[in-house]
């Protein structure tokens, strides 16, 4: 017979008395099968212990938490968006450098920076389709682009001559308490008036900049014909959004004292033509001139 099916008894005695405590009668292969049996119940129940419960943080090498993964795709989620407002705002950053002296492509890009771009799923065109050929009132806005295009720079020229260089409303109704000192770097003029007073556009133009910076708070920048551009720093609140369209007189913003460089309610004008700064005060009311 073989061993592992050869009955055995095993008998536990008292050391002391030799009296008989337990018996254990069986086979090598039952009592085999029993502690594999309980082995593999200790395995599962360990393995339920951890895995269902947070001592799998405690225990598991190198586990990470779910709430932890949930923080970390929040994280990485938040750093693409601010990865990717931060480049745009470069863009519109240097777009703002060029359109302060007067390019009309910077400008464009401003006007446009509200519209959302098209997603990947519409653009779906391959180069060499059918589609991207030139019909013919393409071709003929082409021949009249390069046409115009010939006296492109003689047209820039007369229109620089007969550009004003001034403006037709005031930017405050109030006093002028500082005038512009370019050797300070102080490149406007500041105006006192009641706190909350309108503040108007001192022409027709398009909002290319309305936003809130550290030193200069509530500032709003609009683009007027003729490479013009009037700055408004330190108000209490926006009227107007990037790209609007505004006119001479109307009200933009609100007075304020907003920004580290403010020290007091007050509106700090700028006044630029074709990129360089301008002392505005000869087209400010009498009165209102330092």
Not at 107 to 134: H, M, V
Not at 180 to 189: A, R, S
Request: proline fraction near 5%.
């Amino acid at each position: 017979m073989s061993k592992w099916k050869h009955r055995l008894k095993v008998t536990v005695f008292d050391e002391s008395s030799y009296s008989e405590i337990r018996v254990f009668r069986g086979t090598p292969r039952q009592w085999a099968s029993w502690l594999a049996i309980a082995f593999a119940i200790a395995i599962a129940s360990t393995y339920l212990l951890v895995a269902q419960t947070k001592l799998r943080e405690w225990v598991v090498p190198g586990y990470v938490a779910e709430s932890t993964r949930q923080d970390m795709r929040e994280t990485r989620a938040m750093a693409d968006s601010l990865s990717s407002l931060l480049r745009r705002q470069e863009m519109t950053t240097l777009a703002l450098r060029h359109a302060l002296s007067g390019d009309s492509a910077a400008l464009a890009f401003l006007q446009a920076a509200a519209t959302p771009s098209p997603s990947e799923s519409e653009l779906t065109l391959e180069y060499g389709d059918p589609a991207l050929e030139p019909g013919e009132g393409e071709l003929a806005l082409r021949d009249d682009i390069d046409n115009e295009d010939r006296f492109a720079l003689q047209r820039r020229a007369e229109d620089r001559a007969d550009s004003p260089l001034g403006f037709t409303y005031m930017p405050l109704v109030g006093a002028v308490s500082d005038d512009l000192d370019l050797g300070l770097g102080h490149l406007g003029v500041d105006m006192v008036g009641p706190e909350g007073a309108a503040i108007q556009s001192v022409d027709d133009g398009s909002v290319v900049f309305s936003s809130y910076t550290v030193e200069t708070g509530y500032t709003l920048l609009i683009q007027h014909r003729g490479e013009r551009v009037s700055v408004y720093k330190h108000c209490a609140s926006l009227l107007k959004n990037q790209g609007d369209l505004v006119a001479g007189g109307e009200a933009v913003a609100l007075l304020g004292n907003t920004g580290t460089l403010s020290t007091g309610p007050h509106l700090h004008f700028e006044w630029w033509v074709k990129g360089q700064p301008m002392d505005p005060t000869p087209w400010l009311e009498p009165g209102l001139q330092p």
